[in-house]
C-alpha cells in the first residue's frame, strides 16, 4: 500500500509541473524552472520576513500562516517535490506532531513557478513561529526523534522497507563476478527490439532482502514488452529473470538504517536481449 501512494505522489508532482509549465506559457511570456529547489527552504525563512511588495504568492501564504497562528493553529509543514522531502518515518512524526498540538501538512512544491512569485511561504512562516514556540532546533529534534522511533518500530515487529528508505541500501554479494549485471541475452526467444530506440524488452524484478541477507518471495509489478510482440513472453521472462538472481546473487549484504540491518523491499529492472 504504502510503495502505491508513494508512486501516486510522484506522479502527482510530476503532473502538476507539466499542467503548470502549460498554464504559465499560457498567462505570463517567461516562466522560470527552479533550480535546487530543497536548498531554497531555508532562504524561504529568511524571505518571509520582508517578501517582495509584488510577490502576491507568498504574501497570500503569509497572511493565511498568519490567521492559523492567531487562532491558535500550529503545522508542521513539511516541504517536498521531486526527489526531496518525502521521510520514511512519515507516519511516526505525524504521531510526535499530534502529541504537541501540531498539524501536519505536506506542501508540494512545483518545479515551475511564475516569474517573481515564491512558493512555500506558508511554511517558512509557520516555521518561524515553531522557533518562536519551541526553539531553533526544534524541527531537527522532532525528525531524529521520529526516526529512531521508526527503527525500533520496523526493528521489532520486522517490518518491511524499501531498499531506498535505507541508509546504506542493500548490495549482492559478488562472487566470480565485478558488478551486479541486469541486461541477460536469451536467443533461445524470438523477442524484438523497436526500429527507433533499439530498445528491447525489461521487467521490474522486486523481492525481499532478509537481515540475514537471503532473499526471497520474489514479484513483478511492471513488465515493458516495448513492443506487442513481445508481450507473449512475459511468463518466460519473469521465470528466467528469478532463476537468474537466485543463481547468480543469491547472498546480499543486508539495507541499514542506523548500522542495524532491516528487511527491505528491492527492485531491478533487468533488461532481455533477444537474437541480434
Known amino acids: ?14 503532473f502538476v509541473c507539466s499542467d503548470q509549465k502549460k498554464s504559465d506559457k499560457q498567462t505570463v511570456e517567461k516562466s522560470t524552472t527552479e533550480p535546487n529547489l530543497e536548498n531554497k527552504i531555508t532562504d524561504r525563512k529568511a524571505y518571509v520576513t520582508n517578501p517582495k511588495s509584488t510577490d502576491s504568492l507568498c504574501k497570500s501564504d503569509i497572511l493565511k500562516a498568519k490567521s492559523d497562528i492567531d487562532n491558535g493553529k500550529f503545522v508542521y509543514v513539511q516541504a517536498a517535490g521531486l526527489g526531496f522531502g518525502f521521510k520514511r518515518y512519515e507516519s511516526d512524526l505525524k504521531k510526535l506532531c499530534k502529541e504537541k498540538g501540531l498539524e501536519y501538512d505536506v506542501d508540494l512544491i512545483g518545479c ?8 512555500g511561504c506558508y511554511g517558512a512562516y509557520m516555521d518561524k513561529a515553531l ?9 531537527e529534534k522532532l525528525n531524529r526523534q521520529a526516526d529512531s522511533l521508526f527503527l525500533v518500530r520496523i526493528l521489532k515487529d520486522e517490518i518491511l522497507i524499501f531498499s531506498w528508505d535505507c541508509d546504506e541500501k542493500p548490495e549482492p554479494i559478488l562472487e566470480n563476478k565485478n558488478y551486479l549485471e541486469t541486461t541477460l ?15 528491447w524488452p525489461a521487467i521490474d524484478l522486486s523481492f525481499i532482502i532478509e537481515r540475514n541477507g ?15 510482440h513481445n508481450e507473449k513472453f512475459k511468463d518466460e521472462l519473469y521465470k528466467i529473470a528469478v532463476n537468474y538472481i537466485k543463481t547468480n546473487y543469491p ?18 529492472r533487468i533488461t532481455f536481449i533477444g537474437k541480434m
Open 214 to 228: 537471503t532473499i526471497s518471495k520474489f514479484y513483478s509489478d511492471n513488465f515493458i514488452p516495448r513492443l506487442k
Open 185 to 199: 541475452d536469451v536467443p533461445n526467444l524470438d523477442l524484438k527490439r523497436t526500429e527507433l530506440g533499439k530498445t
Open 251 to 268: 547472498n546480499w549484504k543486508s539495507g541499514k538504517i542506523k548500522k542495524s540491518s532491516v528487511r527491505t523491499d528491492h527492485n531491478l
Open 131 to 139: 522557533i518562536d514556540k519551541f526553539g531553533s532546533d526544534f524541527k
Open 112 to 119: 515551475v513557478v511564475m516569474e517573481g512569485q515564491t512558493q
Open 1 to 14: 500500500m504504502r510503495k502505491f501512494i508513494t508512486y501516486i505522489i510522484i506522479i502527482t508532482i510530476t
